[in-house]
């Protein structure tokens, strides 16, 4: 289900669903679940995509997140491919770390990154107060603030190493609100990534990697 209103979502989507195909990839997770209904351009919808590709294509999605409420939407909204998901109520690292199946593609979308806490501290207009952050750079504002940055980039990098034994060399890493001023919250999973020998193969609002 690659649908155009994924917005800034759409190109790496298909980028990593086409991949995924290509290497016979079928075992997906997604850390953070579809939340609510019709966040095509705001939380995003993977739980869909991922769960229709997944009951397509023979594959499976397991869909972890620590709110019940967000796993009983999630099951409500994806209710036609239920076959294929796994719905997990329990903490992404935990989760991880005891997973003991292989990963072809890991999507790490859990624990909110803070923009809106980010934006609230220089203006009142979002657009415009986005644009200065930019300018600002990301290393001032996590020199400056990364006491409110800073929970959810160690818990995606906390995932990123929980990770990375149950990938293999063909595995693909997608990575949500990446790109957002202060790093968004691949800043600290990229350079797991990165030591690991994965290189990045699109960076965009979503960041993609895999293994050269």
């Known amino acids: 289900m690659i649908d155009e209103r994924l917005g800034v979502r759409l190109s790496t989507m ?32 993977s739980s869909l995509v991922f769960g229709s590709w997944a009951s397509e294509h023979g594959g499976h999605l397991w869909t972890v997140d620590a709110d019940p409420g967000n796993l009983e939407n999630c099951r409500t909204l994806t209710r036609e491919w239920a076959e294929s998901i796994t ?35 220089y203006g009142d207009d979002f657009d415009e107060t986005c644009a200065i952050l930019r300018n600002l750079g990301d290393e001032y504002l996590v020199e400056h603030h990364n006491d409110i940055l800073a929970d959810s980039q160690r818990h995606a990098e906390r995932e990123m190493k929980a990770a990375l034994p149950l990938l293999h060399p063909r595995s693909l890493v997608l990575i949500d609100d990446a790109n957002l001023p202060g790093g968004g919250k691949a800043r600290l999973a990229r350079k797991v990534l990165r030591i690991a020998g994965y290189e990045c193969l699109a960076d965009e609002y979503q960041t993609l990697w895999s293994k050269p």
Do not use: C, K
């Open 87 to 121: 719905y997990v109520h329990d903490d992404s690292v935990n989760f991880l770390a005891g997973f003991s199946d292989r990963i072809d593609l890991l999507y790490l979308d859990s624990f909110d990154y803070p923009l809106i806490d980010l934006v609230r501290l």
């Open 14 to 45: 298909r980028q990593t669903i086409d991949l995924l195909e290509e290497r016979g990839g079928t075992q997906i997770v997604e850390t953070g679940t579809t939340r609510s209904q019709n966040e095509w351009g705001g939380d995003g919808m």
